[in-house]
């Protein structure tokens, strides 16, 4: 009797510790559930960062693997019933930001007219030595090219600027696709390589073009050269064309050079395309025109926010720099006029209250930024995905590219202009290619901020609701080349146009007419 009692006993226990241990394993499933979805996401959630050998090997699409942000960090969470609208206006607002102006129809209408005939037979030949950065001297290879036509002459491969501030050494053919240039102005002009060796020695016409001409003063004044001369070189290439009221078929050859027959070396063309490919890996991005380098700062004498032994260095260099004729400057007056570049932690402040959210891809086009890590701590603590060709690039890759300032510059204009928004700090010469390039191929969104110093502003919703207002318009949507600002004179009246490559329109783009919807086809 006892050990049935012992045995009933033995059994209610055991199946007592059964339960237990039954209720713990399920409490530990349940538990590393829950731990499962809310603190270790599954493996389908895990996102990370591309390593830099993946970056352009992946796609833009919703099978992305490392973290993006569409939206900024409210539209993240999931909406009750009553937020559901809210969320929706916010993601309209957000797509805005990287919504491109329309159109309006406008398209590139490049074609000469019917009046224009193959090149006339060569009256001599046209040396260029084009002066300035990378754009500067492409604005000018441009107009000789127009300039070639007007004056009926052979144009020698142009020499590049190798006494600029940069010191660059990089040919034409280093920087630019030369027989496809060659090629593709055939039936507008005849290029060649270089001067036959029979003129090699031979007396030249060394001429300083006199700057925002027409046709007129080449057709005459320069033409008549060649009653003397084999050769005429230009001494300079910038600006020596007139924006405008010139023949359209001129016009039209300018935008032709620019736009169509002045590409890239293979090489550049190359690595610009898988920076860009890389940056779109990231989502759309910001290509950012940083110019607050140490020659433009120099050069404009804008020493807003810098120390003091900072500011001297760069009055030292603009003293000691020839070709600059301006030496004294007053800092307070060029930013009070808005001819200084916007600081990077402006930058900051101005995209952060246009709305972009934090996790926006931004794409440094620029040099070596002056002040350094210091100078960029602002920016990048509100934006941290901020990238650069250096960021994007493995050494091997950029390394041909290292000591030649335009050829590193050609890598920042392809970046730029295939960029979704693009945003110049300053009006330069870069900040206009990119804007004209962007216009003449659909105008592509450029922000271009407005830089007139207005005070201290606090950063709000009061400062956010200003710049959205003042930059509604200035987006590059299309419009009309800016004429001369009214009442200057001689050659202010000319510089106070808006350029020709800045803002190609009306000449190189027209208007496509649409069908109309409310005619019906004929009978049949």
Known sequence: ??????????????????????????????????LSAHVFPSSSKVQKLPEQHEIGYQRWS????????????????????SQKLDVANVRLEFAKLWKSPLSRNFVPCLEPSDSYSAPAESRGYLLVHTNGGLNQMRAGICDMVAVARIINATLIIPELDKRSFWQDSSNFSDVFDEEYF??????????????PKELANSAKAVKHFRSWSGVEYYADEIARLWDDYQVIRAAKSDSRLANNNLPPDIQKLRCRACYEALRFAPRIEALGRLLVERMRSYGPYIALHLRYEKDMLSFSGCTYGLSSDEADELTKIRENTPYWKVKDIDARQQRAKGYCPLTPKEVGMFLTALGYPSTTPIYIAAGEIYGGDSCMADLESRFPLLKSKEKLASVEELEPFLDHASQMASLDYIVSVESDVFVPTYSGNMARAVEGHRRFLGHRKTISPERIDRGSLKEGK?????????????????????????????????????PFYENPLPDCLCRRELPDRNSSPANT
């Open 462 to 498: 009061k400062l956010s609701d200003l710049v959205v207002e003042i930059h509604r318009r200035l987006q590059g949507s299309p419009r009309k080349r800016k004429g001369p600002i009214s009442g200057t004179r001689g050659k202010e009246r000319f510089r106070s146009e808006e």
């Open 1 to 34: 009797m006892q050990r049935r009692r012992l045995r009933h006993v033995f059994k209610s226990s055991t199946l007592s510790l059964l339960r237990l241990l039954l209720m713990c394993a399920i409490g530990a499933i349940a538990l590393g559930a829950l």
């Open 182 to 195: 060659i090629n593709a102005l055939a039936n507008d002009i005849k290029v060649m390589k270089k001067l």
């Open 62 to 81: 919703g099978k992305l693997r490392w973290t993006r942000e569409f939206a900024p960090p409210q539209l993240s969470k999931v909406p009750l019933p």
